[in-house]
């Protein structure tokens, strides 16, 4: 499985913004997928998670709320939506996909995207 993230870029405070992650792969559907993040100097931390059938969702403390994760699996795409975005949120953004949920959400999934860098400012 490849993953191809997009949809970054430079927004104020206050803003939205969607990212998405194109697997190939017939698979895709069977995975769970989650968006990570690593900010400038900082370790890479867990945002999001969602299960293969998009029946559950998991997210950070930080983005509760704010951010909303979302997957369709016709187009092999998952999907992570920001809304009233921080400075904090600067990073860059990761999407992986593991057959297991509890090794994503440990950042030890198999499949990693490249990253597409979220800018926010103040």
């Known amino acids: 499985v490849q993953l191809q993230a997009s949809g970054g870029g430079l927004v104020q405070a206050g803003g939205s913004l969607t990212l998405s992650c194109v697997a190939s792969g017939q698979t895709f559907g069977s995975y769970a997928m989650g968006w990570f993040r690593r900010a400038p100097g900082k370790e890479r931390e867990f945002v999001a998670a969602i299960s293969w059938s998009g029946g559950s969702t998991y997210y950070a403390d930080s983005v509760k709320g704010r951010f909303i994760i979302s997957r369709d699996n016709d187009k092999n795409t998952v999907y992570l939506q920001m809304n009233s975005l921080k400075p904090e949120d600067t990073a860059v953004y990761y999407c992986?996909?593991?057959?297991?949920?509890?090794?994503?959400?440990?950042?030890?999934?198999?499949?990693w995207g490249q990253g597409t860098l979220v800018t926010v400012s103040s």
């Open positions: 992986a996909g593991d057959p297991g949920m509890a090794t994503l959400m440990r950042s030890s999934a198999r499949y």
